[in-house]
Protein backbone atom coordinates (compact mmCIF):
# COMPACT_ATOMS: atom_id res chain seq x y z
CA UNK A 1 0.00 0.00 0.00
CA UNK A 2 2.79 2.51 -0.62
CA UNK A 3 2.44 5.37 -2.90
CA UNK A 4 4.62 8.31 -3.80
CA UNK A 5 4.46 12.01 -2.43
CA UNK A 6 2.53 13.73 -5.19
CA UNK A 7 4.23 17.90 -5.77
CA UNK A 8 2.04 20.38 -5.15
CA UNK A 9 2.20 23.20 -7.83
CA UNK A 10 -0.74 25.52 -6.79
CA UNK A 11 -2.11 25.39 -3.31
CA UNK A 12 -5.57 27.65 -3.92
CA UNK A 13 -8.80 26.23 -3.02
CA UNK A 14 -9.70 24.46 -6.43
CA UNK A 15 -6.37 22.34 -6.56
CA UNK A 16 -6.23 21.94 -2.54
CA UNK A 17 -10.25 20.28 -3.55
CA UNK A 18 -9.03 18.40 -6.23
CA UNK A 19 -5.97 16.60 -4.05
CA UNK A 20 -7.88 15.70 -0.98
CA UNK A 21 -10.91 14.43 -2.58
CA UNK A 22 -8.49 12.40 -4.59
CA UNK A 23 -7.06 11.03 -1.17
CA UNK A 24 -10.31 10.75 0.66
CA UNK A 25 -11.19 8.41 -2.71
CA UNK A 26 -8.38 6.54 -1.80
CA UNK A 27 -8.97 5.86 1.62
CA UNK A 28 -12.43 4.87 0.88
CA UNK A 29 -11.79 2.29 -1.69
CA UNK A 30 -9.13 0.99 0.68
CA UNK A 31 -11.13 0.61 3.32
CA UNK A 32 -13.70 -1.41 1.40
CA UNK A 33 -10.91 -4.10 1.25
CA UNK A 34 -9.63 -4.35 4.88
CA UNK A 35 -11.24 -8.21 5.39
CA UNK A 36 -9.09 -9.15 8.09
CA UNK A 37 -7.80 -8.36 11.38
CA UNK A 38 -4.09 -7.82 9.28
CA UNK A 39 -5.13 -6.21 6.68
CA UNK A 40 -6.71 -3.41 9.13
CA UNK A 41 -3.66 -3.04 10.97
CA UNK A 42 -1.69 -2.70 7.67
CA UNK A 43 -4.40 -0.01 6.43
CA UNK A 44 -3.63 2.04 10.14
CA UNK A 45 0.16 2.11 9.49
CA UNK A 46 -0.23 2.85 6.45
CA UNK A 47 -2.09 6.08 7.04
CA UNK A 48 -1.31 7.17 10.20
CA UNK A 49 1.90 5.29 11.17
CA UNK A 50 3.88 7.52 13.06
CA UNK A 51 7.32 6.96 10.58
CA UNK A 52 5.99 6.03 7.78
CA UNK A 53 2.62 6.91 7.95
CA UNK A 54 1.12 8.42 4.63
CA UNK A 55 -1.04 11.14 6.14
CA UNK A 56 2.34 12.41 7.74
CA UNK A 57 4.48 12.29 4.99
CA UNK A 58 2.47 14.59 3.03
CA UNK A 59 1.52 16.42 5.87
CA UNK A 60 5.07 17.12 6.24
CA UNK A 61 5.61 18.25 2.70
CA UNK A 62 2.84 19.85 1.66
CA UNK A 63 2.95 22.43 4.98
CA UNK A 64 6.50 22.68 4.15
CA UNK A 65 6.42 24.04 0.70
CA UNK A 66 3.18 25.62 1.00
CA UNK A 67 2.68 29.74 1.10
CA UNK A 68 1.90 30.61 4.81
CA UNK A 69 -1.90 31.89 3.94
CA UNK A 70 -2.66 28.64 2.21
CA UNK A 71 -1.50 26.75 6.04
CA UNK A 72 -4.42 27.35 7.71
CA UNK A 73 -6.58 25.83 5.04
CA UNK A 74 -4.44 22.50 4.70
CA UNK A 75 -4.41 21.94 8.14
CA UNK A 76 -8.02 21.90 8.39
CA UNK A 77 -8.15 19.19 5.59
CA UNK A 78 -5.34 17.03 7.11
CA UNK A 79 -7.33 16.86 10.40
CA UNK A 80 -10.91 16.29 8.19
CA UNK A 81 -8.89 13.02 6.12
CA UNK A 82 -7.68 12.13 9.69
CA UNK A 83 -10.83 11.82 11.40
CA UNK A 84 -12.05 9.98 8.19
CA UNK A 85 -9.57 7.06 8.73
CA UNK A 86 -10.19 7.31 12.57
CA UNK A 87 -14.12 6.54 12.27
CA UNK A 88 -13.62 4.10 9.16
CA UNK A 89 -11.12 1.84 11.14
CA UNK A 90 -13.37 2.26 14.10
CA UNK A 91 -16.36 0.88 12.00
CA UNK A 92 -14.36 -2.03 10.57
CA UNK A 93 -13.87 -3.12 13.46
CA UNK A 94 -16.98 -2.85 15.09
CA UNK A 95 -18.52 -4.51 11.85
CA UNK A 96 -15.66 -7.40 12.66
CA UNK A 97 -16.58 -7.80 16.44
CA UNK A 98 -20.45 -8.13 15.85
CA UNK A 99 -19.40 -10.50 12.32
CA UNK A 100 -17.62 -13.05 15.02
CA UNK A 101 -20.13 -13.30 17.71
CA UNK A 102 -22.89 -13.33 15.28
CA UNK A 103 -22.26 -15.70 12.49
CA UNK A 104 -18.98 -17.68 14.02
CA UNK A 105 -21.23 -19.07 17.28
CA UNK A 106 -19.49 -22.24 17.80
CA UNK A 107 -21.28 -23.75 20.97
CA UNK A 108 -18.17 -26.34 21.42
CA UNK A 109 -16.39 -23.66 22.39
CA UNK A 110 -15.40 -23.53 26.05
CA UNK A 111 -17.37 -20.32 27.22
CA UNK A 112 -15.62 -17.38 28.83
CA UNK A 113 -14.72 -18.60 32.18
CA UNK A 114 -16.35 -15.73 34.91
CA UNK A 115 -14.00 -15.84 37.70
CA UNK A 116 -15.81 -16.07 40.86
CA UNK A 117 -13.87 -13.90 43.69
CA UNK A 118 -12.91 -15.33 47.03
CA UNK A 119 -13.81 -14.49 50.36
CA UNK A 120 -11.34 -12.20 52.00
CA UNK A 121 -9.61 -13.83 55.37
CA UNK A 122 -11.05 -11.27 57.55
CA UNK A 123 -14.08 -11.98 56.43
CA UNK A 124 -14.16 -15.31 56.25
CA UNK A 125 -13.15 -15.52 60.20
CA UNK A 126 -15.92 -13.06 61.61
CA UNK A 127 -18.86 -15.33 59.62
CA UNK A 128 -16.84 -18.48 61.26
CA UNK A 129 -16.88 -16.64 65.14
CA UNK A 130 -20.34 -15.63 64.12
CA UNK A 131 -21.87 -18.98 63.29
CA UNK A 132 -20.02 -20.59 66.76
CA UNK A 133 -22.39 -17.94 67.87
CA UNK A 134 -25.69 -18.69 65.56
CA UNK A 135 -25.50 -21.87 66.94
CA UNK A 136 -25.80 -21.50 70.25
CA UNK A 137 -29.51 -19.52 69.32
CA UNK A 138 -27.79 -16.12 68.75
CA UNK A 139 -28.61 -13.56 66.36
CA UNK A 140 -26.48 -10.68 64.22
CA UNK A 141 -26.89 -6.91 65.45
CA UNK A 142 -25.28 -4.52 63.30
CA UNK A 143 -24.45 -0.85 63.73
CA UNK A 144 -22.50 2.28 62.34
CA UNK A 145 -18.99 2.64 62.64
CA UNK A 146 -19.34 6.62 62.66
CA UNK A 147 -21.05 6.64 66.11
CA UNK A 148 -21.40 9.45 68.20
CA UNK A 149 -19.52 10.11 71.48
CA UNK A 150 -22.62 8.66 73.17
CA UNK A 151 -22.97 5.51 72.56
CA UNK A 152 -18.94 4.90 71.77
CA UNK A 153 -18.63 6.20 74.95
CA UNK A 154 -21.09 7.99 77.65
CA UNK A 155 -23.64 5.17 77.72
CA UNK A 156 -20.92 2.53 78.60
CA UNK A 157 -20.06 3.73 81.45
CA UNK A 158 -16.35 5.52 80.29
CA UNK A 159 -17.21 9.52 81.94
CA UNK A 160 -16.00 12.98 80.27
CA UNK A 161 -12.01 12.80 80.74
CA UNK A 162 -12.20 9.87 82.48
CA UNK A 163 -8.21 7.95 81.67
CA UNK A 164 -10.10 4.84 80.14
CA UNK A 165 -11.14 6.83 77.09
CA UNK A 166 -7.29 7.90 76.49
CA UNK A 167 -6.74 3.69 75.67
CA UNK A 168 -9.14 4.00 72.87
CA UNK A 169 -7.14 6.18 70.65
CA UNK A 170 -10.10 7.66 69.16
CA UNK A 171 -10.36 9.00 66.18
CA UNK A 172 -13.21 12.15 65.97
CA UNK A 173 -14.79 13.92 62.87
CA UNK A 174 -13.59 17.04 62.17
CA UNK A 175 -15.46 20.28 63.48
CA UNK A 176 -17.75 18.84 65.86
CA UNK A 177 -16.12 21.10 68.76
CA UNK A 178 -19.49 23.23 68.52
CA UNK A 179 -21.67 20.43 70.01
CA UNK A 180 -22.66 19.24 73.16
CA UNK A 181 -20.20 16.20 73.77
CA UNK A 182 -22.38 13.11 73.42
CA UNK A 183 -23.80 14.25 70.42
CA UNK A 184 -20.30 14.66 68.97
CA UNK A 185 -19.09 11.85 66.13
CA UNK A 186 -16.29 9.68 66.27
CA UNK A 187 -15.08 6.68 64.08
CA UNK A 188 -16.28 3.52 66.89
CA UNK A 189 -13.28 2.34 68.28
CA UNK A 190 -15.47 -0.84 69.41
CA UNK A 191 -18.10 -2.58 68.58
CA UNK A 192 -19.67 -2.45 72.06
CA UNK A 193 -22.00 0.90 71.31
CA UNK A 194 -23.82 -1.77 69.19
CA UNK A 195 -24.53 -3.32 72.73
CA UNK A 196 -26.61 0.21 73.33
CA UNK A 197 -28.54 0.55 70.33
CA UNK A 198 -29.47 -3.04 70.55
CA UNK A 199 -30.94 -2.29 74.04
CA UNK A 200 -32.63 0.97 72.85
CA UNK A 201 -34.82 -1.16 70.34
CA UNK A 202 -34.97 -4.30 71.83
CA UNK A 203 -36.42 -5.58 75.63
CA UNK A 204 -34.63 -8.70 77.19
CA UNK A 205 -34.17 -11.89 76.42
CA UNK A 206 -31.71 -11.00 74.03
CA UNK A 207 -28.93 -12.95 72.69
CA UNK A 208 -26.56 -10.74 70.02
CA UNK A 209 -23.45 -11.35 68.35
CA UNK A 210 -22.35 -8.06 66.89
CA UNK A 211 -19.67 -8.35 63.80
CA UNK A 212 -17.54 -4.92 62.61
CA UNK A 213 -14.84 -2.67 61.66
CA UNK A 214 -13.30 -0.57 64.25
CA UNK A 215 -10.95 2.52 64.55
CA UNK A 216 -8.27 3.51 66.56
CA UNK A 217 -5.46 6.13 66.03
CA UNK A 218 -2.94 3.52 66.56
CA UNK A 219 0.29 3.50 64.41
CA UNK A 220 0.59 0.64 61.63
CA UNK A 221 3.24 -1.98 62.27
CA UNK A 222 3.25 -5.82 62.22
CA UNK A 223 0.48 -5.90 64.56
CA UNK A 224 -1.53 -2.78 64.83
CA UNK A 225 -3.76 -1.26 61.83
CA UNK A 226 -5.92 1.61 62.63
CA UNK A 227 -9.00 0.33 61.25
CA UNK A 228 -9.35 -3.80 62.38
CA UNK A 229 -12.69 -5.94 63.26
CA UNK A 230 -13.89 -6.82 66.75
CA UNK A 231 -17.08 -9.53 67.44
CA UNK A 232 -19.13 -8.59 70.07
CA UNK A 233 -21.92 -10.51 72.16
CA UNK A 234 -24.00 -9.91 74.16
CA UNK A 235 -26.18 -11.88 76.26
CA UNK A 236 -29.08 -10.12 78.65
CA UNK A 237 -31.84 -12.36 80.22
CA UNK A 238 -32.76 -13.41 83.85
CA UNK A 239 -30.62 -15.40 85.87
CA UNK A 240 -27.64 -14.68 83.99
CA UNK A 241 -24.27 -15.26 85.79
CA UNK A 242 -20.71 -15.19 85.38
CA UNK A 243 -20.87 -19.44 85.11
CA UNK A 244 -22.76 -18.92 82.39
CA UNK A 245 -19.88 -16.52 80.47
CA UNK A 246 -17.23 -18.66 81.85
CA UNK A 247 -19.47 -21.59 79.89
CA UNK A 248 -20.65 -19.92 76.82
CA UNK A 249 -16.79 -18.68 75.94
CA UNK A 250 -15.42 -22.12 77.01
CA UNK A 251 -17.36 -23.34 74.49
CA UNK A 252 -17.30 -21.20 71.72
CA UNK A 253 -13.35 -21.32 72.18
CA UNK A 254 -13.42 -25.16 71.60
CA UNK A 255 -16.17 -24.77 69.27
CA UNK A 256 -13.55 -22.63 67.12
CA UNK A 257 -10.29 -23.60 67.92
CA UNK A 258 -10.82 -27.40 67.96
CA UNK A 259 -11.78 -29.42 71.33
CA UNK A 260 -8.46 -29.59 72.68
CA UNK A 261 -7.83 -26.03 73.50
CA UNK A 262 -8.58 -24.78 77.09
CA UNK A 263 -9.81 -21.01 78.32
CA UNK A 264 -8.75 -19.44 81.86
CA UNK A 265 -10.11 -16.00 83.05
CA UNK A 266 -8.08 -12.74 84.21
CA UNK A 267 -9.31 -10.10 86.49
CA UNK A 268 -9.65 -7.08 83.96
CA UNK A 269 -11.58 -3.50 83.78
CA UNK A 270 -13.62 -2.37 81.33
CA UNK A 271 -15.77 0.90 82.57
CA UNK A 272 -19.00 -0.86 81.13
CA UNK A 273 -18.25 -4.39 82.84
CA UNK A 274 -18.03 -5.55 86.55
CA UNK A 275 -16.32 -7.71 87.47
CA UNK A 276 -14.30 -7.93 83.92
CA UNK A 277 -12.20 -10.28 82.73
CA UNK A 278 -9.37 -11.31 80.52
CA UNK A 279 -9.21 -14.44 78.50
CA UNK A 280 -6.73 -16.40 77.71
CA UNK A 281 -7.01 -19.87 75.48
CA UNK A 282 -3.98 -22.41 75.72
CA UNK A 283 -1.54 -21.58 72.82
CA UNK A 284 -3.00 -23.37 69.13
CA UNK A 285 0.72 -23.81 68.12
CA UNK A 286 2.16 -25.98 71.19
CA UNK A 287 -0.98 -27.34 72.69
CA UNK A 288 0.43 -25.10 76.26
CA UNK A 289 3.75 -26.37 76.11
CA UNK A 290 5.26 -23.14 75.53
CA UNK A 291 6.28 -21.54 71.82
CA UNK A 292 7.55 -18.35 69.92
CA UNK A 293 3.71 -17.80 68.87
CA UNK A 294 2.99 -17.76 72.69
CA UNK A 295 5.85 -16.25 73.73
CA UNK A 296 6.89 -19.69 76.03
CA UNK A 297 3.71 -18.93 78.03
CA UNK A 298 1.89 -21.35 76.69
CA UNK A 299 -1.50 -18.97 76.45
CA UNK A 300 -2.57 -16.38 73.83
CA UNK A 301 -4.74 -13.05 75.10
CA UNK A 302 -7.96 -13.23 73.12
CA UNK A 303 -10.65 -10.87 74.54
CA UNK A 304 -12.18 -9.40 76.94
CA UNK A 305 -15.44 -9.75 79.13
CA UNK A 306 -17.73 -9.15 82.20
CA UNK A 307 -20.93 -8.58 83.46
CA UNK A 308 -22.76 -5.91 82.39
CA UNK A 309 -22.30 -2.79 84.55
CA UNK A 310 -25.28 -1.87 85.76
CA UNK A 311 -24.75 1.83 84.99
CA UNK A 312 -24.82 0.15 81.79
CA UNK A 313 -28.43 -0.66 82.27
CA UNK A 314 -29.39 2.52 83.76
CA UNK A 315 -28.08 4.54 81.09
CA UNK A 316 -30.27 2.00 78.24
CA UNK A 317 -32.95 2.83 80.79
CA UNK A 318 -33.04 6.45 80.98
CA UNK A 319 -32.41 7.46 77.02
CA UNK A 320 -35.44 4.49 76.65
CA UNK A 321 -37.87 6.89 79.00
CA UNK A 322 -36.44 9.87 76.83
CA UNK A 323 -37.55 7.80 73.65
CA UNK A 324 -41.01 7.19 75.08
CA UNK A 325 -40.38 3.44 75.47
CA UNK A 326 -40.54 1.29 79.08
CA UNK A 327 -37.27 1.08 80.57
CA UNK A 328 -37.10 -2.41 80.99
CA UNK A 329 -33.89 -3.23 82.06
CA UNK A 330 -34.89 -3.83 85.07
CA UNK A 331 -31.61 -4.62 87.39
CA UNK A 332 -33.28 -6.12 90.14
CA UNK A 333 -34.95 -8.48 87.76
CA UNK A 334 -32.40 -9.45 85.04
CA UNK A 335 -28.59 -9.48 84.13
CA UNK A 336 -26.33 -9.89 81.57
CA UNK A 337 -22.63 -10.45 80.37
CA UNK A 338 -20.86 -8.91 76.89
CA UNK A 339 -17.85 -9.87 75.26
CA UNK A 340 -15.18 -8.40 72.67
CA UNK A 341 -12.74 -10.21 71.00
CA UNK A 342 -10.46 -9.05 68.10
CA UNK A 343 -10.98 -11.09 64.76
CA UNK A 344 -7.50 -9.62 62.81
CA UNK A 345 -5.65 -11.65 65.43
CA UNK A 346 -7.41 -14.76 65.56
CA UNK A 347 -7.70 -14.91 61.23
CA UNK A 348 -3.42 -14.18 61.21
CA UNK A 349 -3.11 -17.10 64.04
CA UNK A 350 -5.62 -19.41 62.02
CA UNK A 351 -4.02 -18.53 58.51
CA UNK A 352 -0.29 -17.91 59.98
CA UNK A 353 -0.40 -14.43 58.53
CA UNK A 354 3.07 -12.18 60.08
CA UNK A 355 1.61 -8.48 59.53
CA UNK A 356 -1.46 -7.73 60.04
CA UNK A 357 -1.37 -4.91 57.18
CA UNK A 358 -1.37 -7.68 54.61
CA UNK A 359 -5.18 -7.95 55.41
CA UNK A 360 -5.79 -4.21 54.34
CA UNK A 361 -3.62 -4.01 51.26
CA UNK A 362 -5.72 -5.34 48.78
CA UNK A 363 -2.59 -7.51 47.20
CA UNK A 364 -4.00 -9.70 44.90
CA UNK A 365 -0.66 -12.17 45.24
CA UNK A 366 -1.58 -12.30 48.93
CA UNK A 367 -5.61 -12.62 48.48
CA UNK A 368 -5.45 -15.13 45.81
CA UNK A 369 -3.68 -17.51 48.13
CA UNK A 370 -7.21 -17.93 49.77
CA UNK A 371 -9.54 -18.55 46.44
N1 LIG B 1 -14.98 -3.24 73.86
C1 LIG B 1 -13.84 -3.81 74.53
C2 LIG B 1 -12.59 -3.44 73.72
O1 LIG B 1 -12.67 -3.09 72.61
C3 LIG B 1 -13.94 -5.31 74.64
C4 LIG B 1 -15.07 -5.76 75.50
C5 LIG B 1 -16.33 -5.99 74.97
C6 LIG B 1 -14.88 -5.94 76.87
C7 LIG B 1 -17.37 -6.40 75.77
C8 LIG B 1 -15.92 -6.35 77.68
C9 LIG B 1 -17.16 -6.59 77.12
O2 LIG B 1 -11.50 -3.51 74.23
Known amino acids: ?15 LDRVFTGLEAEVAAQARTLTSG ?18 GQLSAAWLKSAPAPAKPSLGVRFNQLKAQIESLLQDSLQQRQAGSRGSGLDITLPGAALRIGAEHPLVKTMAEIVNVFQRMGYSVSLG ?24 QDTLVIAAQEQKPLRERLLMRTHTSPVQIRSMLEQAPPLHLVIPGKVHRNDAADATHSPVFHQVE ?29 KTRFFPSFFPFTEPSADVQISCIFCAGKGCRKC ?32 PVYDIRKISGFAFGMGVDRIAMMKYGIGDIGLLYSGDLRFLEQFA
Open 1 to 15: MSAAIPELKQFDEAE
Open 38 to 55: ESLEAFRLHWLGRKQGRL
Open 144 to 167: PEVETDFYNFEALNFPPNHPARDT
Open 233 to 261: GLCVDTNITFSDLKGTLDHAMKAFFGSAV
Open 295 to 326: KHSGWIELLGCGMVDPAVFEAVNQRRLQMGRE
